[in-house]
């Protein structure tokens, strides 16, 4: 027996998000499928970052327990053949029988696209947020400042989330902008349900000149989900990559 890790990448337009779910099919459904018919076995992904419907990844991260003689780094090349288009194994190789994809110290990059110009861009529809009026980055950055560190994110998370404790240590958050297009790119150590969506949906009040960029602070401070903006859709959000440091066992 061995353990696999996969880097997959996604579309996840067509999808209802990374974990097997009665209302739709899944990353983790088709993943789970594929393997289980290419190594002839049971096979039962465990994903690092349970992503939702129609949100999409560059890199995230999952494991499986095998006992085929392929060698570790091909089955990429295997699986990719069996896979639909909008999803592929960027690599995998065999990892420590202890690895736990979601039981280490890791930093995840997710990133935010705004597509913010007079009329929509059919081309990018699918991977960003249409957002018409002007917006001020400068604010937006401003605001943002104020949730880098370690912090309860009561208020920027989804009342439907189960956990208890919302303390979370968000790295670093910047904006950039080509042409039309607006990007946050947001690091941290963990994030609480919907949190990055919701953080995109109050910074953008922010850069629309509806909360000043010290009304964040408030927000924060109040742990209250009602207190923050709206969330913003899916479509523009991306799991760019998650940096792995000191894994411990479950």
Request: proline content about 3%; overall charge negative.
């Amino acid at each position: 027996m061995k353990r696999v890790k996969l880097i997959v990448a996604y579309d996840g337009t067509n999808y209802h998000g990374w974990q097997i779910q009665d209302n739709g099919i899944t990353i983790e459904e088709i993943l789970n499928k594929e393997l289980s018919e290419l190594l002839r076995e049971d096979v039962k992904v465990i994903g690092a970052s349970r992503t939702d419907s129609g949100v999409h990844a560059l890199g995230n991260v999952a494991v499986f327990d095998t006992e085929t003689r392929i060698p570790a780094e091909k089955i990429s090349f295997a699986l990719n053949q069996r896979l639909p288009e909008d999803i592929r194994i960027q690599e995998s190789c065999e990892v420590a029988d202890d690895f736990h994809p979601r039981f280490c110290d890791t930093i995840k990059t997710y990133q935010y696209r705004i597509w913010n110009a007079r009329f929509p861009n059919p081309m990018v529809r699918l991977y960003s947020k249409f957002v018409y009026y002007n917006i001020d980055i400068d604010k937006m950055q401003q605001a943002a400042n104020y949730l880098v560190g370690e912090h309860d994110f009561k208020s920027f998370c989804s009342t439907r989330t189960q956990v208890e404790n919302t303390v979370r240590r968000v790295t670093e958050i910047t904006f950039s902008k080509e042409g039309n297009m607006v990007t946050m790119t947001i690091k941290g150590y963990g994030f609480l349900y919907n949190m990055v969506r919701i953080i995109m949906g109050t910074l953008l009040k922010c850069g629309m000149g509806m909360y000043e960029p010290e009304h964040v602070k408030e927000i924060l401070e109040a742990r209250d989900r009602a207190a923050a903006g709206p969330k913003a859709e899916a479509c523009g959000l991306t799991l760019v990559g998650i940096e792995y440091a000191r894994c411990n066992e479950p």
